[in-house]
């Protein structure tokens, strides 16, 4: 079960339920998808859950395991929702686990990426969010036959998808530098800084790393035992 918010940042709560059966086949599928209007506190997200299990007809009695991430409204003792199911579920066997992956994600705000990632985002925002602008762009790159026609949006509902948008504005700086040339502009300054590029470069061999990385979290049929030896 997890909790996150999409693109236009209205919060949703995904429920997934994996099985297995007397031949220990493992089977796994989307539950349900529910929105979340207003806050996202336990209660919230435990309301929505029980509502949830009502839908899909399976009752708690089969639950074995909950996993859900680890964020205070998830795994708080008392008002979190681990905290209400045990209250109104006394006696539960339940076994409680959340992710593994928080403690590779420390390295955002390990590393100062701050200035790199806010340079990176507003180039690409300047490109994109201009309509003129990112028109021209596209045709400069398919005039000069590049392999990419276009640059990624950044999001933040979750920092690792700026390691898409690092990879693919590093693979296009040359084609950017050379446009923004004709354009007479100044917004890509910095791709020509050689102590930058160099911070650039690292931070997305880095983000890369992580995607591949939560890529093979999410594979299917796993156990915790293969979980931890992508880690």
Not at 62 to 77: F, L, R, S, V, W
Not at 110 to 115: G, R, S, T
Not at 174 to 180: E, G, K, L, M, R
Not at 202 to 208: E, Y
Request: with cysteine; aromatic share 10%.
């Amino acid at each position: 079960m997890d909790e996150s918010t999409d693109i236009n940042d209205n919060a949703q709560l995904v429920l997934f339920i994996k099985g297995v059966d007397e031949n220990f086949e493992i089977t796994e599928e989307l539950a349900c998808m529910c929105s979340l209007k207003g806050t996202t506190k336990g209660c919230d997200i435990f309301r929505e859950f029980q509502e949830g299990l009502l839908t899909v007809k399976v009752p708690i009695t089969n639950i074995c395991n909950i996993t859900t991430d680890g964020a205070p409204n998830m795994t708080g003792k008392k008002s979190g929702f681990l905290g209400l199911f045990n209250q109104n579920y006394p006696g539960n066997n339940v076994v409680f686990l959340h992710c593994v992956i928080h403690q590779d994600a420390l390295c955002k705000s390990a590393l100062n990426m701050k200035p790199v990632l806010d340079a990176v985002a507003k180039l690409v925002n300047t490109i994109r969010s201009r309509g003129l602008t990112h028109r021209q762009f596209r045709d400069f790159l398919q005039s000069v036959q590049s392999e990419y026609f276009d640059v990624l949006y950044y999001t933040k509902v979750r920092w690792l998808s700026a390691g898409c948008v690092f990879e693919r504005v590093w693979q296009l700086k040359d084609d950017i530098v050379s446009f923004h040339e004709k354009q007479c502009s100044a917004e890509c300054e910095m791709l020509e800084d050689t102590e930058w590029l160099s911070d650039f470069a690292f931070f997305t061999d880095l983000l890369c790393h992580m995607n591949n990385l939560n890529v093979k979290m999410q594979g299917k049929n796993q156990f915790i035992d293969d979980i931890w030896a992508h880690l």
